[in-house]
């Protein structure tokens, strides 16, 4: 009866809690604010970049090919989950209301638990059906303790004997409600604190048949809550081997299929090219005269990924297949790119609202907090289809004027002017529009810090943090540390990959 852990799939969070990364990474290419906004672009791509880079031809594959490829990527991505979400859970499987899968289980466990009650119902009892559950929970009981557990083993072993138990049977002599008692009990040793509440409803079941199923779905809990505890205290270990697991597994992979580095490979031309243009344009003289091509400097590769990686915030997700080998973790970075333009817009609405009160109003900490709060709240379905940013930046623009003019008052400072609520309330609805200087400018700013961050490798002391992000440096932060470590693992997994394609591309440089 006890549903097999085969049966549960994953449920991911959208946090990501470890902060490791990896020493040694290289100064990337610095530039001014103005530089960075050029550099990384969200408009379309050229109909150029749009196209599928040339590949290896089409071969046909058998469906055993398929399936075999088909497993060996969903065991990458699973153990990807395991070591990149630190809050990779398992969880049953929740089948839909009134879906024909949830109907036929309840329909099969019925009949299950009818033949059961009937038996015991039979007189004499018939314990066929029970000793069979008995020996089921004997098992999982067993498979839950460690090594070191041998006077609880011996416990369970001697108290749930089935041949003893079916002798009982045989003579009429077995009680039941004494074996449930301390199948109970054993659970309740074994159990996880949070699931007390259940192992106390079980103590107040008095009746056979519903109380071995109540015990039945309490031991699926438990069988959760041990697979989560194996995989939250093997993670730490899980690091190294699961770098080279999922190079492997992509190796093989791509020797099935020659082209999965074809987007990759565009992707990290991109960059270079991207980079390369820029450092012409920074090299040329003052004049504006042409500059010999062989003055142009050639990134190095680490400038070159660590790029890329910034593009990836950029990205435009509907018309763009995203490169292989991040493809894992795409939707960790659209989360990251959605939380970057949340704060873009914060950030530039805080920046234009200290700049028109008063110096000393910025200076206010309880203002500044809760200022930054009630926007946020404001800011906060701004992912949704629905979301309608110009809307919410008027609706924005009335909050901050009466809660600037409420400060200014209780501060003692000069009131704010009818004329200064206008032209904050015009900067604050601009900024709806992408191509706002001030939301270009702290987008630009943005980008700066992520992009020191990730030479850095976010250690002590933090970088210099550019003018206008102190408002929103602690989430902004937060934000570095979960890109960091998504770049870092999957340098870690694919350098290799990288460094022969950008060989080849600075080659030809």
């Not at 100064?27 to 672009?41: C, P, T, V």
Request: aromatic content about 6%.
């Amino acid at each position: 009866m006890s549903d097999n852990l085969d049966k549960f799939n994953i449920n991911e969070a959208e946090k990501s809690k470890s902060s490791d990364s990896e020493q040694g990474l290289e100064d990337a290419i610095e530039g001014s604010d103005e530089a960075l906004q050029k550099k990384i672009k969200s408009g379309s791509p050229s109909t150029q970049r749009l196209q599928r880079p040339h590949s290896s031809p089409p071969r046909f594959v058998t469906v055993e090919e398929l399936l075999e490829t088909a497993e060996g990527v969903t065991n990458m991505v699973l153990a990807h989950e395991i070591v990149v979400n630190g809050d990779f859970r398992i969880k049953p499987v929740e089948f839909p209301a009134d879906s024909l899968e949830k109907t036929v289980k309840e329909i099969v466990h019925k009949a299950f638990w009818d033949c059961l009650s009937v038996q015991l119902s039979d007189d004499p009892p018939s314990y066929d059906h029970a000793i069979k559950l008995v020996g089921e929970i004997k098992e999982t009981l067993l498979s839950f303790l460690l090594p070191g557990h041998t006077r609880l083993r011996n416990q369970i072993t001697e108290v749930l004997d089935l041949d003893l138990i079916k002798q009982q049977a045989e003579n009429g002599a077995l009680d039941i409600s004494k074996l449930a008692e301390f199948i109970i009990g054993m659970m309740g040793t074994l159990c996880a604190p949070a699931r007390d509440e259940e192992m106390q409803k079980l103590k107040d079941i008095k009746e056979i048949v519903p109380l071995f199923r109540a015990i039945f779905s309490v031991l699926d809990l438990m069988k959760v809550d041990m697979a989560n505890f194996a995989v939250s205290s093997i993670r730490p270990h899980l690091m190294q081997q699961s770098v080279d697991y999922e190079r492997k597994k992509f190796q093989e992979l791509l020797e099935k299929q020659p082209n999965s580095l074809d987007f990759v490979t565009q992707w990290l031309e991109e960059a270079a090219d991207d980079l390369m243009n820029q450092k012409y344009k920074n090299a040329l003289p003052a004049g504006g005269g042409a500059s010999g091509s062989s003055d142009c400097p050639v990134p190095n590769p680490v400038a070159v990924q660590n790029y890329a990686y910034l593009k990836l915030l950029k990205w435009d997700h509907f018309q763009r297949p995203f490169p292989e080998t991040v493809l894992m973790d795409q939707s960790r970075f659209q989360e990251l790119q959605l939380q970057l333009e949340q704060l873009t817009i914060l950030g530039a609405i805080l920046l234009v609202t200290f700049s028109m009160a008063a110096s000393g109003i910025s200076s206010q900490a309880n203002f500044a907090e809760k200022l930054k709060m009630i926007v946020k709240i404001l800011l906060i379905d701004m992912h949704l289809p629905s979301f309608h940013l110009k809307d919410a930046l008027t609706t924005i623009g009335e909050k901050v004027c009466l809660e600037v003019s409420s400060c200014l008052s209780q501060c003692g400072f000069t009131p704010f002017t009818t004329d200064k609520e206008t032209v904050l309330k015009g900067q604050i609805q601009a900024l709806a529009s992408p191509d706002d200087p001030i939301r270009r400018i702290m987008d630009s700013r943005i980008l700066t810090f992520l992009e020191t961050y990730l030479v850095s490798g976010h250690q002590k002391p933090l970088p210099t943090v550019p003018g206008g992000l102190g408002p929103v440096l602690t989430e902004l932060e937060e934000v570095a540390v979960k890109f960091v470590r998504l770049v870092n693992y999957n340098k870690l997994v694919f350098s290799p990959y990288y460094d022969a394609i950008l060989s080849k591309i600075l080659a030809r440089s």
